[in-house]
């Protein structure tokens, strides 16, 4: 089975800190994603990555940052976290030749 | 603007209902996703589709390309398929990114 595992399932910060949040799976996709997801508003998309090192702002990146140095690792940074910015964040990937989506378990993080 | 929009936004239902979950879009898409998401839980890929219809199990789900709209029904419901159905779309030439909507909650009692 395709996993997408995200490092931690709960976060709490203080408004300030820098945050990072990583996302890894397992089955060599190329394109990952970077979503956050808050009440009355659905999913919207932060950040894409379609190769190594290679990355797409999405509809809201402002106040985020991401790395892909490996394949397999995506990583969503907050460099300076602030309120706003609780939510839950989604980290998925995409099987190119189907189209179908892998989501981890989500990430709530909570800024104080 | 590509909008998505899906109805009912809730959705109460008895246990061996027949449920519908409807989503319509404003332009055309090059596919569209049918998403389940359980309370605290993460995302699972119910459908993929670009065309006609797809079933799976009690899950059908259908699109219609010139009405701009899908529908994705469950069968036989029972309370495990209480959850948060989200449809998402890509639109234009790109698989990549995605539209989704705010997603409908269904709740099946027993």
């Known amino acids: 089975d395709v996993k997408v595992t995200q490092s931690s399932r709960y976060l709490v910060k203080r408004t300030g800190e820098k945050v990072f949040l990583e996302c890894v799976q397992d089955?060599?996709?190329?394109?990952m994603f970077w979503y956050r997801q808050d009440p009355g508003l659905g999913l919207r998309l932060i950040y894409f990555?379609?190769?190594?090192?290679?990355?797409e702002k999405g509809d809201i990146p402002e106040g985020y940052s991401v790395s892909r140095e490996k394949k397999e690792r995506f990583s969503l940074i907050l460099e300076s976290a602030s309120t706003n910015q609780t939510s839950m964040y989604l980290c998925?990937?995409?099987?190119?030749?189907?189209?179908?989506?892998?989501f981890g378990e989500g990430s709530r993080l909570t800024v104080l | 603007k590509n909008e998505v929009e899906q109805s009912p936004q809730n959705l109460t239902a008895q246990e061996g209902e027949f449920i519908t979950i409807n989503c319509s879009y404003s332009?055309?898409?090059?596919?569209l996703h049918w998403l389940q998401q359980h309370p605290g839980g993460g995302i699972v890929s119910l459908f993929m589709?670009?065309?006609g219809k797809k079933k799976h199990g009690r899950l059908i789900a259908t699109i219609n390309i010139q009405e701009k709209h899908s529908s994705l029904h469950i069968t036989a419901s029972h309370p495990r398929d209480s959850a948060v159905y989200i449809c998402?779309?890509?639109?234009?030439?790109?698989?990549?990114?995605?539209?989704f909507g705010k997603g409908t909650l269904l709740t099946v009692n027993p």
């Open positions: 998402a779309v890509s639109f234009g030439g790109s698989n990549y990114k995605l539209t």
């Open positions: 990555s379609y190769d190594v090192k290679m990355k």
């Open positions: 089955m060599d996709h190329e394109n």
């Open positions: 332009v055309g898409i090059s596919a």
């Open positions: 589709l670009s065309s």
């Open positions: 998925a990937s995409l099987k190119g030749s189907t189209g179908e989506l892998f």
